[in-house]
């Protein structure tokens, strides 16, 4: 599976996931990305995650169906 990858850049430690669902416009609400989480279908450097306060760090890459970002520290 081919996926499309966007940067999003960050200016502290860490985010997290269900916060950066909503940061990268990929929820609309913080509801819909702790559903898409809860539902198993995000994923974290390969590995399925079902905590939506985990907290993701410059280089790790996460993914929701078609939709892959990658997070970068500024």
Do not use: H, P
């Not at 599976?1 to 960050?10: F, L, P, R």
């Not at 929820?27 to 905590?51: D, F, H, S």
Request: overall charge neutral; some cysteine; proline content about 0%.
């Amino acid at each position: 599976m081919k996926y499309e990858v966007t940067e999003i850049k960050i200016n502290t430690e860490f985010i997290k996931l269900d916060s950066l669902l909503k940061f990268a416009g990929v929820a609309e609400t913080g509801g819909i990305a702790k559903e898409l989480v809860t539902e198993g279908r995000v994923k974290v450097n390969g590995e399925t995650c079902l905590m939506r306060g985990k907290k993701i760090r410059a280089g790790d890459r996460v993914q929701l169906d078609e939709i892959s970002a990658e997070i970068a520290v500024i």
